[in-house]
């Protein structure tokens, strides 16, 4: 049996130590295609002026869009803003959050040539100081332009997150209000569908040159 053993153990082919892998060649990054758009500027930042406010009701419901956690909304308000070019260059990648208090804005309608965004806002409430709650007023509390990010993965804790970002930057002097010196505040507008109220939006672009 020893013997037999010995025999198969001589005849048992170990097998092939592989060759050390070749060094793959260091990857070159590839470069990026010129692009026309305007860079984005460094967040938190805000608008250079809040050019008008139109309050408004919806009977049919609205779902915010601009939000992972968004809902149907039928009260809020339209926003006239003017900002810097690289905050209204729209983007097919993430782009910097129009925040306004404890909410989101889904933009409608841009013009970086004017340096305008028309935005919706859905209504919300802030908390006073003595713990009472009161309407959200997009020209009195704060409207900032928060983390570039995609609205699917924008929710309640995100935007607590970025407001404490921008009112840290506030106290610090890093951040200023938007002027609201030339602000408009139009009459509450009472509309049935989306596509009223888009259409509204869209005859809310004041051309800078008349003003």
Not at 139 to 162: K, T
């Amino acid at each position: 049996m020893t013997t037999l053993l010995a025999v198969l153990a001589l005849t048992i082919v170990p097998p092939p130590i592989p060759a050390p892998a070749k060094e793959r060649p260091a990857q070159v990054p590839p470069v990026q295609a010129p692009s026309d758009l305007v860079p984005v500027p460094s967040t938190p930042a805000s608008p250079i002026a809040i050019v008008a406010v139109q309050p408004f009701t919806i009977a049919q419901p609205y779902r915010h869009r601009f939000r992972k956690d968004g809902t149907e909304f039928t009260s809020g308000h339209l926003l006239v803003l003017r900002a810097d070019a690289g905050f209204v260059q729209p983007r097919q990648v993430a782009e910097p959050v129009l925040c306004i208090g404890s909410q989101t804005a889904e933009r409608l309608w841009s013009d970086p040539a004017k340096g305008l965004i028309v935005a919706i806002v859905p209504a919300w409430t802030e908390r006073t100081d003595d713990g009472a709650e009161r309407p959200g007023d997009p020209s009195v509390d704060l409207v900032w332009f928060a983390a570039p990010e995609l609205p699917e993965r924008v929710d309640a804790a995100w935007i607590a997150a970025e407001r404490a970002r921008a009112e840290a930057a506030l106290s610090e002097g890093r951040l200023s209000t938007p002027s609201t010196r030339e602000i408009v505040r139009y009459a509450s507008l009472k509309v049935t569908l989306q596509d009223a109220l888009i259409a509204r939006a869209s005859e809310l672009a004041p051309d800078p040159a008349a003003r």
